[in-house]
Protein backbone atom coordinates (compact mmCIF):
# COMPACT_ATOMS: atom_id res chain seq x y z
CA UNK A 1 0.00 0.00 0.00
CA UNK A 2 2.95 1.76 0.96
CA UNK A 3 3.05 6.07 2.19
CA UNK A 4 -0.30 7.87 1.47
CA UNK A 5 0.87 10.88 0.06
CA UNK A 6 -1.23 14.10 0.64
CA UNK A 7 -1.36 17.57 -1.56
CA UNK A 8 0.98 19.04 1.25
CA UNK A 9 3.54 16.59 0.43
CA UNK A 10 3.35 16.44 -3.40
CA UNK A 11 3.82 20.51 -2.88
CA UNK A 12 6.75 19.96 -0.78
CA UNK A 13 8.62 17.00 -3.14
CA UNK A 14 7.76 19.84 -6.50
CA UNK A 15 9.27 22.47 -4.78
CA UNK A 16 13.20 23.34 -5.33
CA UNK A 17 13.66 22.47 -1.17
CA UNK A 18 12.03 19.29 -2.22
CA UNK A 19 14.04 18.62 -5.12
CA UNK A 20 17.25 19.31 -3.26
CA UNK A 21 16.07 17.09 -0.29
CA UNK A 22 15.03 14.08 -2.73
CA UNK A 23 18.88 14.07 -3.95
CA UNK A 24 20.29 14.13 -0.98
CA UNK A 25 17.99 10.81 -0.07
CA UNK A 26 18.79 9.24 -3.08
CA UNK A 27 22.46 8.90 -1.97
CA UNK A 28 21.51 7.00 0.60
CA UNK A 29 21.33 3.15 -0.02
CA UNK A 30 17.49 2.76 1.01
CA UNK A 31 18.23 -1.66 1.52
CA UNK A 32 16.49 -3.55 4.11
CA UNK A 33 20.09 -3.58 5.90
CA UNK A 34 20.50 0.12 5.92
CA UNK A 35 16.48 0.71 5.92
CA UNK A 36 16.43 2.37 9.96
CA UNK A 37 19.73 3.81 9.70
CA UNK A 38 18.55 5.74 6.35
CA UNK A 39 14.97 6.45 8.16
CA UNK A 40 16.76 7.62 10.82
CA UNK A 41 19.01 10.33 9.33
CA UNK A 42 16.23 11.42 6.87
CA UNK A 43 13.94 12.01 10.05
CA UNK A 44 16.98 13.85 11.47
CA UNK A 45 17.39 15.99 8.48
CA UNK A 46 13.98 16.59 7.05
CA UNK A 47 11.48 15.86 10.21
CA UNK A 48 7.77 15.84 8.73
CA UNK A 49 8.72 15.14 5.59
CA UNK A 50 11.18 12.01 6.11
CA UNK A 51 8.36 9.39 5.05
CA UNK A 52 7.44 10.84 2.03
CA UNK A 53 11.30 11.54 0.67
CA UNK A 54 12.11 7.93 1.33
CA UNK A 55 8.57 6.78 -0.34
CA UNK A 56 9.50 8.83 -3.83
CA UNK A 57 12.86 7.88 -3.88
CA UNK A 58 11.89 3.96 -3.46
CA UNK A 59 9.23 4.35 -5.91
CA UNK A 60 11.56 6.10 -8.44
CA UNK A 61 14.00 3.39 -8.31
CA UNK A 62 11.19 0.58 -9.10
CA UNK A 63 9.63 2.76 -11.78
CA UNK A 64 13.10 3.31 -13.63
CA UNK A 65 12.20 -0.32 -15.17
CA UNK A 66 8.90 0.56 -16.51
CA UNK A 67 8.66 4.36 -16.90
CA UNK A 68 11.36 5.47 -19.43
CA UNK A 69 12.63 9.26 -18.54
CA UNK A 70 10.87 9.19 -15.10
CA UNK A 71 13.97 9.88 -13.21
CA UNK A 72 12.14 13.17 -11.83
CA UNK A 73 8.57 11.89 -11.34
CA UNK A 74 6.32 11.48 -8.36
CA UNK A 75 4.44 8.74 -7.25
CA UNK A 76 2.30 6.68 -5.44
CA UNK A 77 2.92 3.01 -4.35
CA UNK A 78 -0.57 2.12 -5.91
CA UNK A 79 -0.32 4.48 -8.79
CA UNK A 80 3.29 3.03 -10.19
CA UNK A 81 1.46 -0.13 -10.16
CA UNK A 82 -1.19 1.19 -12.27
CA UNK A 83 0.80 2.81 -14.67
CA UNK A 84 1.13 2.29 -18.01
CA UNK A 85 4.57 1.32 -19.39
CA UNK A 86 6.21 3.75 -21.40
CA UNK A 87 6.29 1.43 -24.61
CA UNK A 88 2.88 0.20 -23.79
CA UNK A 89 1.36 4.14 -23.54
CA UNK A 90 3.33 5.17 -26.26
CA UNK A 91 1.85 2.23 -28.80
CA UNK A 92 -1.48 3.87 -27.87
CA UNK A 93 -0.73 7.23 -28.32
CA UNK A 94 0.97 6.73 -31.67
CA UNK A 95 -2.16 5.50 -32.74
CA UNK A 96 -4.04 8.61 -31.88
CA UNK A 97 -1.78 10.95 -32.92
CA UNK A 98 -3.00 13.90 -34.63
CA UNK A 99 -6.13 13.40 -32.21
CA UNK A 100 -7.59 15.78 -29.62
CA UNK A 101 -7.79 12.96 -26.62
CA UNK A 102 -9.25 12.91 -23.32
CA UNK A 103 -7.39 10.30 -20.90
CA UNK A 104 -10.43 10.29 -18.47
CA UNK A 105 -8.60 8.12 -15.56
CA UNK A 106 -5.33 10.22 -15.62
CA UNK A 107 -4.04 9.11 -12.64
CA UNK A 108 -0.08 10.46 -12.45
CA UNK A 109 0.14 11.03 -16.22
CA UNK A 110 1.79 7.89 -17.31
CA UNK A 111 -0.23 8.04 -21.20
CA UNK A 112 -0.71 11.85 -20.99
CA UNK A 113 2.66 12.74 -21.37
CA UNK A 114 2.78 10.26 -24.69
CA UNK A 115 -0.14 12.01 -25.80
CA UNK A 116 1.64 15.38 -25.27
CA UNK A 117 4.17 14.24 -27.70
CA UNK A 118 1.98 12.96 -30.54
CA UNK A 119 -1.40 14.90 -30.41
CA UNK A 120 -2.09 18.61 -30.64
CA UNK A 121 -4.85 18.71 -27.32
CA UNK A 122 -4.77 16.69 -24.42
CA UNK A 123 -6.97 16.59 -21.24
CA UNK A 124 -6.33 14.80 -18.75
CA UNK A 125 -9.23 14.45 -15.78
CA UNK A 126 -9.26 11.87 -12.20
CA UNK A 127 -11.19 11.34 -9.58
CA UNK A 128 -8.25 11.96 -6.87
CA UNK A 129 -6.53 15.09 -6.25
CA UNK A 130 -3.55 13.94 -5.39
CA UNK A 131 -2.63 11.82 -8.45
CA UNK A 132 -3.56 15.14 -10.61
CA UNK A 133 -1.25 17.39 -8.37
CA UNK A 134 0.94 14.06 -8.95
CA UNK A 135 0.51 15.04 -13.00
CA UNK A 136 1.18 18.54 -13.01
CA UNK A 137 4.30 17.86 -11.71
CA UNK A 138 5.11 15.17 -14.18
CA UNK A 139 3.98 16.96 -16.81
CA UNK A 140 6.11 19.63 -15.88
CA UNK A 141 5.95 22.23 -18.90
CA UNK A 142 3.69 20.32 -21.15
CA UNK A 143 0.94 20.92 -18.34
CA UNK A 144 -1.27 23.96 -19.00
CA UNK A 145 -2.68 25.81 -15.59
CA UNK A 146 -5.42 28.03 -16.38
CA UNK A 147 -5.47 31.36 -17.92
CA UNK A 148 -2.47 34.14 -15.65
CA UNK A 149 -0.05 31.08 -15.56
CA UNK A 150 3.14 30.86 -16.53
CA UNK A 151 3.28 31.22 -20.89
CA UNK A 152 6.71 29.71 -21.64
CA UNK A 153 7.05 25.93 -22.81
CA UNK A 154 5.09 23.71 -25.13
CA UNK A 155 1.18 23.18 -23.44
CA UNK A 156 -1.06 21.42 -25.13
CA UNK A 157 -2.66 19.58 -21.58
CA UNK A 158 -4.98 20.84 -19.45
CA UNK A 159 -5.89 18.77 -16.43
CA UNK A 160 -9.15 18.52 -14.24
CA UNK A 161 -10.79 16.95 -11.57
CA UNK A 162 -13.97 15.31 -13.18
CA UNK A 163 -15.90 12.02 -12.85
CA UNK A 164 -14.86 10.02 -16.19
CA UNK A 165 -18.81 8.57 -16.77
CA UNK A 166 -20.06 12.42 -17.04
CA UNK A 167 -18.78 13.31 -19.89
CA UNK A 168 -16.77 17.17 -19.66
CA UNK A 169 -15.20 17.14 -23.25
CA UNK A 170 -16.70 17.35 -26.86
CA UNK A 171 -14.53 16.72 -29.90
CA UNK A 172 -11.82 14.47 -28.13
CA UNK A 173 -11.35 10.64 -28.26
CA UNK A 174 -11.83 9.22 -25.16
CA UNK A 175 -9.12 7.01 -23.29
CA UNK A 176 -10.00 5.09 -19.87
CA UNK A 177 -7.75 2.74 -17.87
CA UNK A 178 -10.33 1.55 -15.23
CA UNK A 179 -8.42 0.68 -11.63
CA UNK A 180 -9.00 -3.30 -11.06
CA UNK A 181 -9.04 -3.14 -7.79
CA UNK A 182 -11.95 -3.02 -6.32
CA UNK A 183 -12.36 -3.29 -2.01
CA UNK A 184 -8.56 -4.42 -2.31
CA UNK A 185 -8.97 -7.36 -4.44
CA UNK A 186 -8.26 -7.51 -8.11
CA UNK A 187 -11.01 -7.81 -9.92
CA UNK A 188 -12.35 -9.01 -13.42
CA UNK A 189 -15.32 -8.24 -13.50
CA UNK A 190 -16.13 -5.08 -15.32
CA UNK A 191 -19.16 -4.24 -13.55
CA UNK A 192 -16.48 -3.76 -10.97
CA UNK A 193 -13.78 -1.41 -12.31
CA UNK A 194 -13.53 1.91 -11.12
CA UNK A 195 -15.06 3.26 -13.11
CA UNK A 196 -17.28 0.55 -13.96
CA UNK A 197 -16.77 -0.57 -17.57
CA UNK A 198 -20.42 -0.74 -18.33
CA UNK A 199 -21.22 3.15 -17.24
CA UNK A 200 -18.31 4.13 -19.38
CA UNK A 201 -19.43 2.65 -22.81
CA UNK A 202 -22.53 4.38 -22.00
CA UNK A 203 -21.37 7.79 -21.46
CA UNK A 204 -19.39 7.83 -24.35
CA UNK A 205 -21.79 5.91 -27.05
CA UNK A 206 -21.38 7.06 -30.15
CA UNK A 207 -18.15 8.19 -29.85
CA UNK A 208 -14.39 7.23 -30.88
CA UNK A 209 -12.92 5.63 -27.03
CA UNK A 210 -10.10 3.36 -26.56
CA UNK A 211 -10.42 1.46 -23.20
CA UNK A 212 -7.65 -0.32 -21.17
CA UNK A 213 -8.89 -3.82 -19.95
CA UNK A 214 -7.04 -6.75 -18.22
CA UNK A 215 -5.60 -9.18 -20.55
CA UNK A 216 -7.54 -11.86 -18.59
CA UNK A 217 -11.23 -10.20 -19.79
CA UNK A 218 -13.80 -12.39 -21.43
CA UNK A 219 -14.03 -11.10 -24.59
CA UNK A 220 -17.05 -12.82 -25.77
CA UNK A 221 -19.09 -11.96 -22.73
CA UNK A 222 -18.27 -8.16 -23.83
CA UNK A 223 -20.42 -7.12 -27.13
CA UNK A 224 -17.66 -5.01 -28.32
CA UNK A 225 -18.24 -4.19 -32.01
CA UNK A 226 -14.67 -2.29 -32.35
CA UNK A 227 -11.26 -3.75 -31.88
CA UNK A 228 -9.68 -5.78 -29.45
CA UNK A 229 -6.57 -5.52 -29.24
CA UNK A 230 -4.16 -7.35 -26.78
CA UNK A 231 -0.59 -5.93 -25.89
CA UNK A 232 2.98 -7.69 -24.73
CA UNK A 233 5.71 -6.60 -24.06
CA UNK A 234 8.76 -8.41 -23.78
CA UNK A 235 6.73 -11.56 -23.68
CA UNK A 236 4.64 -11.22 -20.67
CA UNK A 237 0.87 -10.29 -21.95
CA UNK A 238 0.32 -6.54 -20.47
CA UNK A 239 -3.18 -5.23 -21.44
CA UNK A 240 -6.59 -5.53 -23.41
CA UNK A 241 -7.26 -2.36 -25.25
CA UNK A 242 -11.10 -1.69 -26.63
CA UNK A 243 -10.93 0.38 -29.91
CA UNK A 244 -14.68 1.54 -31.06
CA UNK A 245 -14.72 1.08 -34.47
CA UNK A 246 -14.13 4.40 -35.33
CA UNK A 247 -10.38 4.23 -34.25
CA UNK A 248 -9.80 1.03 -35.99
CA UNK A 249 -9.75 -0.33 -40.28
CA UNK A 250 -12.59 -1.48 -41.34
CA UNK A 251 -13.07 -5.19 -41.29
CA UNK A 252 -10.60 -5.35 -37.90
CA UNK A 253 -12.03 -7.41 -35.07
CA UNK A 254 -8.73 -8.12 -33.25
CA UNK A 255 -5.00 -7.45 -32.95
CA UNK A 256 -2.36 -8.67 -31.59
CA UNK A 257 0.58 -5.95 -30.76
CA UNK A 258 3.87 -7.65 -29.78
CA UNK A 259 6.35 -4.89 -28.19
CA UNK A 260 10.27 -5.89 -27.51
CA UNK A 261 12.78 -3.18 -26.10
CA UNK A 262 14.97 -5.21 -28.27
CA UNK A 263 13.48 -5.32 -31.91
CA UNK A 264 10.27 -3.49 -33.87
CA UNK A 265 6.80 -4.73 -33.07
CA UNK A 266 5.08 -7.01 -34.68
CA UNK A 267 1.47 -6.14 -35.15
CA UNK A 268 -1.12 -8.67 -36.33
CA UNK A 269 -4.67 -8.55 -36.99
CA UNK A 270 -7.55 -10.91 -38.08
CA UNK A 271 -8.04 -9.47 -41.63
CA UNK A 272 -5.05 -11.27 -42.41
CA UNK A 273 -4.93 -14.72 -44.18
CA UNK A 274 -5.35 -17.55 -41.67
CA UNK A 275 -5.09 -20.30 -44.17
CA UNK A 276 -2.77 -22.98 -43.40
CA UNK A 277 -1.31 -26.51 -44.74
CA UNK A 278 -1.75 -29.84 -43.03
CA UNK A 279 1.79 -31.21 -42.48
CA UNK A 280 3.63 -33.91 -39.98
CA UNK A 281 5.10 -31.59 -37.57
CA UNK A 282 8.87 -29.89 -39.17
CA UNK A 283 12.10 -29.21 -37.71
CA UNK A 284 10.89 -26.62 -35.06
CA UNK A 285 8.41 -26.18 -32.57
CA UNK A 286 7.37 -22.33 -31.83
CA UNK A 287 5.57 -21.44 -29.01
CA UNK A 288 3.42 -18.11 -29.94
CA UNK A 289 3.56 -14.56 -27.67
CA UNK A 290 0.77 -15.03 -25.31
CA UNK A 291 -0.76 -11.50 -26.74
CA UNK A 292 -1.49 -13.66 -30.21
CA UNK A 293 -2.87 -16.65 -28.56
CA UNK A 294 -4.84 -14.45 -26.03
CA UNK A 295 -6.29 -12.57 -29.34
CA UNK A 296 -7.01 -16.08 -30.56
CA UNK A 297 -4.35 -15.45 -33.99
CA UNK A 298 -2.29 -18.30 -34.19
CA UNK A 299 -3.38 -19.33 -37.39
CA UNK A 300 -2.81 -15.78 -39.00
CA UNK A 301 0.62 -15.76 -37.45
CA UNK A 302 1.42 -19.18 -38.41
CA UNK A 303 -0.35 -17.93 -42.25
CA UNK A 304 2.23 -14.84 -41.96
CA UNK A 305 5.84 -17.22 -41.46
CA UNK A 306 4.98 -20.34 -43.40
CA UNK A 307 4.05 -22.28 -40.46
CA UNK A 308 1.58 -24.78 -39.42
CA UNK A 309 -0.35 -26.34 -36.42
CA UNK A 310 0.89 -29.33 -34.61
CA UNK A 311 -3.45 -29.74 -34.12
CA UNK A 312 -5.92 -27.83 -34.88
CA UNK A 313 -6.89 -26.79 -31.64
CA UNK A 314 -3.24 -26.04 -29.79
CA UNK A 315 -2.05 -22.89 -30.26
CA UNK A 316 2.04 -24.59 -30.50
CA UNK A 317 3.07 -24.18 -34.19
CA UNK A 318 5.51 -25.97 -36.28
CA UNK A 319 7.68 -25.35 -39.25
CA UNK A 320 11.32 -25.60 -41.36
CA UNK A 321 12.32 -21.75 -39.69
CA UNK A 322 11.70 -19.84 -36.67
CA UNK A 323 10.61 -16.32 -37.38
CA UNK A 324 13.26 -13.79 -36.59
CA UNK A 325 14.10 -12.37 -33.11
CA UNK A 326 11.55 -15.19 -32.12
CA UNK A 327 12.88 -18.48 -29.54
CA UNK A 328 12.32 -21.63 -31.36
CA UNK A 329 12.50 -25.79 -29.72
CA UNK A 330 14.63 -27.70 -32.60
CA UNK A 331 12.87 -31.09 -32.20
CA UNK A 332 15.37 -33.84 -31.28
CA UNK A 333 13.13 -36.70 -30.95
CA UNK A 334 9.51 -37.47 -30.37
CA UNK A 335 8.92 -40.17 -27.16
CA UNK A 336 6.10 -41.98 -26.16
CA UNK A 337 4.47 -39.54 -22.98
CA UNK A 338 5.53 -42.79 -20.36
CA UNK A 339 7.60 -41.49 -16.68
CA UNK A 340 9.58 -44.40 -17.41
CA UNK A 341 10.59 -43.69 -21.26
CA UNK A 342 11.34 -39.98 -20.60
CA UNK A 343 13.59 -40.69 -17.50
CA UNK A 344 15.62 -43.10 -19.49
CA UNK A 345 16.02 -41.18 -22.59
CA UNK A 346 16.94 -37.93 -20.39
CA UNK A 347 19.55 -40.09 -18.33
CA UNK A 348 21.13 -41.06 -21.82
CA UNK A 349 21.72 -37.66 -23.01
CA UNK A 350 22.77 -36.37 -19.65
CA UNK A 351 19.77 -33.44 -19.43
CA UNK A 352 20.37 -31.42 -15.87
CA UNK A 353 17.90 -28.69 -16.76
CA UNK A 354 14.66 -29.33 -18.09
CA UNK A 355 12.21 -26.46 -19.50
CA UNK A 356 8.55 -28.24 -19.94
CA UNK A 357 5.87 -26.69 -21.83
CA UNK A 358 2.18 -28.61 -21.51
CA UNK A 359 -0.57 -27.25 -23.88
CA UNK A 360 -3.77 -29.65 -24.29
CA UNK A 361 -2.52 -32.15 -21.56
CA UNK A 362 -3.19 -32.56 -17.79
CA UNK A 363 0.55 -32.48 -16.80
CA UNK A 364 1.89 -30.75 -13.86
CA UNK A 365 5.43 -29.33 -15.30
CA UNK A 366 7.46 -29.05 -11.89
CA UNK A 367 5.67 -32.30 -10.27
CA UNK A 368 7.08 -34.33 -13.46
CA UNK A 369 10.17 -32.90 -13.66
CA UNK A 370 11.03 -33.97 -9.87
CA UNK A 371 10.15 -37.27 -10.74
CA UNK A 372 11.99 -37.45 -13.93
CA UNK A 373 15.13 -37.17 -11.40
CA UNK A 374 17.32 -35.16 -13.78
CA UNK A 375 21.14 -35.80 -12.92
CA UNK A 376 22.91 -33.98 -16.15
CA UNK A 377 24.14 -30.78 -16.79
CA UNK A 378 22.38 -30.45 -20.73
CA UNK A 379 19.76 -28.39 -21.45
CA UNK A 380 16.79 -29.15 -22.74
CA UNK A 381 13.01 -28.43 -23.51
CA UNK A 382 9.83 -30.94 -23.59
CA UNK A 383 6.95 -30.01 -25.20
CA UNK A 384 3.99 -32.37 -24.16
CA UNK A 385 1.10 -31.45 -25.90
CA UNK A 386 -1.70 -33.24 -27.92
CA UNK A 387 -1.84 -34.40 -31.40
CA UNK A 388 -5.39 -35.54 -32.40
CA UNK A 389 -6.24 -37.90 -29.56
CA UNK A 390 -2.45 -38.77 -28.69
CA UNK A 391 -0.33 -36.84 -26.09
CA UNK A 392 2.88 -36.39 -27.63
CA UNK A 393 6.34 -35.64 -25.88
CA UNK A 394 8.75 -33.92 -28.08
CA UNK A 395 12.36 -33.55 -26.74
CA UNK A 396 13.87 -30.36 -28.23
CA UNK A 397 16.89 -27.75 -28.10
CA UNK A 398 16.04 -24.13 -27.13
CA UNK A 399 17.29 -21.81 -29.93
CA UNK A 400 17.08 -17.71 -28.73
CA UNK A 401 15.62 -16.20 -31.99
CA UNK A 402 18.11 -13.73 -34.13
CA UNK A 403 17.01 -10.15 -34.27
CA UNK A 404 15.60 -8.36 -36.52
C1 LIG B 1 -5.58 2.35 -13.46
S1 LIG B 1 -5.52 4.02 -13.00
C2 LIG B 1 -5.08 4.80 -14.51
C3 LIG B 1 -3.61 4.71 -14.77
C4 LIG B 1 -3.15 5.55 -15.93
N1 LIG B 1 -3.66 5.09 -17.20
C5 LIG B 1 -1.61 5.55 -15.98
O1 LIG B 1 -1.06 4.96 -16.92
O2 LIG B 1 -0.99 6.09 -15.09
C6 LIG B 1 -7.21 4.38 -12.81
C7 LIG B 1 -7.50 5.80 -12.38
O3 LIG B 1 -8.91 6.01 -12.46
C8 LIG B 1 -9.28 6.91 -11.46
N2 LIG B 1 -10.74 6.81 -11.28
C9 LIG B 1 -11.46 5.83 -10.70
N3 LIG B 1 -12.77 6.10 -10.80
C10 LIG B 1 -12.87 7.27 -11.50
C11 LIG B 1 -13.94 8.05 -11.95
N4 LIG B 1 -15.22 7.69 -11.72
N5 LIG B 1 -13.68 9.18 -12.63
C12 LIG B 1 -12.41 9.57 -12.87
N6 LIG B 1 -11.34 8.86 -12.48
C13 LIG B 1 -11.57 7.73 -11.80
C14 LIG B 1 -8.45 6.51 -10.27
O4 LIG B 1 -8.32 7.59 -9.36
C15 LIG B 1 -7.12 6.12 -10.94
O5 LIG B 1 -6.22 7.19 -10.94
Known amino acids: MGYRFGRADIAFLACAAGRAALAEVDRLELTSATHLRDLERVRRDHGEHAAALVETVRLRRKAAAKLHGAGDWLFTDDALQQATPTPVARHRAARLAGRAVHDVTCSIGAELVELAEVCPAVVGSDLDEVRLAIAAHNLGSRWAPLPG ?189 REKTLRQELARRGCGALEILVRGVDVDPDALRKRLKLKGSEPYTLVITRIGRTAAAFLCIAHAGAER
Open 149 to 337: GDPAGPRNVLLAKADAVVPSSTGTVIIADPARRADGRRTHDPAKLQPPLPDLLDAYAGRDIAVKCAPGLDFDRLDWYGEIEVVSLDGAVREACLWSAGLTESGVARRATVLSSRREPEVLTDAEPDELPEHPPGEWIIDPDGAIVRAGLVRHYAARHGLWQLDPHIAYLTGDAVPDGVRGFRIEDRLEL
